[in-house]
């Protein structure tokens, strides 16, 4: 990687239940803001395990337990569509979490807002991060590479 490239390691916790995903609200640099899953970058040194349980409580206020991975997705931003202006690569392992308990509330201090459970079928008309439909679609297939193809950007999906 050279220096005019930039890579993020982050997970992610996908939790469904009674037909509904659990999303959060990321607010932009441009101060737009999308629905995605609650996640996000793993610090030096920690489990990607770690990672998950870690920001889904933060994110979400409930706490979390990890009931399977379900892969790993590589997606690269070019120059020409990245916040930073130069090319970014986020490397994305995405687990299926279960809620042990908590209560729903907004992170403290953060950059995600509006915790909140969604229809599943609702998702498709929603301004989001294209990591909710590689979550889902992983949580769908379970293919046994744990790889998806990309999910094409456009419309109400963005990086």
Known sequence: ??????????????CV?????????????DGSRSWTLPGGGVEPLEDPFDTVIREFTEETGYTAAVQRLLGVDSRVIPAGESWRGQPHQNIGI??????LGGRLRQELNGDTLDPTWISLDAVAELERSSLVDVGLRLLHDQ?????????????????
């Open 143 to 159: 293919p046994v590479t744990g790889h998806v193809a990309p999910v094409p950007i456009g419309g109400p999906v963005r990086h």
């Open 1 to 14: 990687m050279d220096a005019s490239t930039t890579r993020r390691l982050a997970a992610y916790g996908l």
């Open 94 to 99: 995405f687990y299926q979490v279960q809620v």
């Open 17 to 29: 239940r009674d037909s509904a995903v659990l999303l959060v609200q990321a607010k932009h640099h």
